[in-house]
């Protein structure tokens, strides 16, 4: 009787910590998100400053030397 309950105990706790390692998981990965679609907003809006920039520059006539 004592080596079934020992196997029916470390039963759960092996699944209540792979519980808690999914739960990280899935916290870690809406952070990832969140990161990836700042930087993408970011990224987006250094894109739209470089075009302003190429047009001003195109439409002064200067060169980059």
């Known amino acids: 009787m004592f ?10 706790l092996g699944i209540a910590v792979l ?6 998981v899935f916290i870690e990965t809406q952070r990832l998100g969140r990161e990836v679609a700042r930087t993408t907003d970011r990224i987006g809006r250094a894109v739209e400053d470089l075009e302003r920039a190429a047009t001003d520059l195109a439409r002064s006539g200067e060169t980059l030397r």
């Open 3 to 12: 080596w079934p309950m020992i196997a029916i105990v470390l039963g759960f």
């Open 19 to 24: 519980g808690i390692l999914g739960a990280r």
